[in-house]
């Protein structure tokens, strides 16, 4: 059965480094998505991402957080200079499409990035 | 600011037991509803979805949704220890064409063998 993976399991950064999280898709699917759950709380989106641009934003998803598709099969999430409050589980999820039922997301198994 | 609600629990039900897990949402635009259930530490997993009103089955899974209500819920029927998780509402709106997810914090189930 396909499945979203990501990559890595679990990153542990410096506060004001780099990192980039990666994810590859379902294969046949259009949307692609970025969501965050800090421990304890909700799952946030973050990002949503159709046809080589982002389609749909949060207000966490500021300066410092930015998507790509740099081929056919990855999909990226970098953060440019973590803060100790971007510490969370990130989920990678696509969809076949983003309305109505088409928009069953699937879920990969998370990083889960430590900042300190 | 859109919202969706479920009591946090734990709703703890025998094993063999009908679950009964409840979601509200604020959005009357909202046009989808989705059920995930999370293991601890682990990523949701989509159990179904339902976008009419009235019921929808899959194997020992119900979803119901009531649109005038604004009310989604799921039940879990001859409930196993194995259903233990945390259930997961979600919610997409028309206003959303970029497919956005909204959750509610999730109902923890345990179930007692």
């Known amino acids: 059965e396909p499945e979203v993976t990501q990559t890595p399991s679990h990153q542990v950064t410096q506060m004001g480094q780099e990192v980039i999280l990666r994810c590859v898709p379902i294969?046949?699917?259009?949307?692609f998505y970025w969501y965050r759950q800090i421990l304890g709380q909700k799952v946030e989106f973050l990002v949503s991402?159709?046809?080589?641009?982002?389609?749909?934003k949060s207000e966490i998803f500021d300066d410092q957080f930015s998507v790509e598709r740099p081929d056919g099969s990855n999909f990226t999430l970098k953060i440019r200079s973590t803060k100790l409050e971007d510490s969370a589980m990130y989920f990678c999820?696509?969809?076949?499409?983003?309305?109505?039922?088409?928009?069953?997301?699937?879920f990969g198994p998370g990083t889960r990035l430590t900042v300190l | 600011q859109k919202e969706v609600e479920q009591n946090s629990g734990p709703l703890s039900v025998p094993e063999g037991a009908i679950a009964s897990l409840n979601c509200t949402y604020s959005d009357r635009g909202s046009q989808s509803f989705f059920w995930y259930r999370q293991y601890s530490g682990k990523s949701p997993e989509l159990i179904m979805f339902?976008?009419?009103?009235g019921d929808k089955e899959d194997g020992r899974f119900t979803a119901q949704l009531n649109k005038a209500s604004q009310y989604v819920s799921l039940l879990i029927r001859d409930s196993q220890p194995s259903d233990s998780a945390t259930y997961l509402c979600?919610?997409?709106?028309?206003?959303?064409?970029?497919?956005?997810?909204?959750f509610g914090q999730g109902t923890e189930l345990s179930v007692k063998p």
């Open positions: 339902i976008y009419s009103n």
């Open positions: 979600a919610v997409s709106s028309i206003y959303n064409q970029g497919g956005k997810l909204i």
């Open positions: 294969s046949n699917h259009l949307y």
């Open positions: 999820a696509s969809s076949l499409l983003a309305g109505g039922p088409y928009n069953e997301q699937f």
């Open positions: 991402f159709y046809n080589n641009e982002i389609s749909e």
